[in-house]
């Protein structure tokens, strides 16, 4: 069994669960990953515990009924057989997608000026809004299907150690 090109044989959750991650409100919750085929792997979040057995492929998958909004912290707690993966701040409310065309990726700074608001960094140098998370997935081409993104996701909050380090769509923020 093969993800990525690479022989799936740990414990791992799919790509964009990260620290930091916000889930939607008051919908379905799936989370998801891969494992040894056959693995018995059993997942907690929000006080609220599902167990399922990964498919011949080794992919797993449980879903969680709706959870209302909370800016209080929780964690995903994966156990398999023999390994653990825990998944820290997330949130629960609002999650939206920004994508298309270049207009959508517009930073909100950057070194073209033609493309961006030059008080961009320092908007970025006064947000605090920690509440608010955003990640960024880079364009990837490919030939054939994939199951994921072959550089993983990292979820930031929009505070000015992230913002300036890393902008996030103008459009989106």
């Known amino acids: 069994m093969t993800l990525f090109g690479t022989f799936v044989l740990a414990l791992a959750l799919g790509a964009p669960f990260g620290d930091h991650m916000v889930l939607q409100r008051d919908r379905r919750m799936p989370i998801w990953g891969s494992s040894k085929a056959g693995e018995r792997v059993a997942v907690s979040f929000a006080g609220r515990t599902a167990t399922t057995v990964s498919d011949k492929s080794g ?4 879903d969680f009924g709706p959870i209302a909004a909370s800016s209080k912290p929780h964690r995903i707690v994966v156990k398999g057989e023999t390994d653990e993966k ?6 629960i409310g609002e999650v939206w997608l920004a994508g298309g065309q270049s207009n959508m990726a517009c930073p909100t700074w950057g070194p073209n000026p033609r493309f961006c608001d ?8 006064l947000t ?6 955003y990640v960024t997935v880079a364009g990837e081409a490919s ?5 994921g ?25």
């Open 128 to 133: 605090t809004l920690p509440q608010v998370r």
């Open 86 to 91: 825990t998944v820290d701040d997330v949130l």
């Open 149 to 173: 993104y072959r550089r993983p996701l990292v979820w930031r909050t929009a505070v000015p150690e992230n913002l300036t380090r890393v902008p996030l769509s103008a459009v989106a923020f």
């Open 118 to 125: 030059e008080q961009g960094m320092f908007v970025s140098q």
């Open 143 to 147: 030939l054939t299907p994939t199951n």
């Open 59 to 62: 992919f797993w998958r449980v």
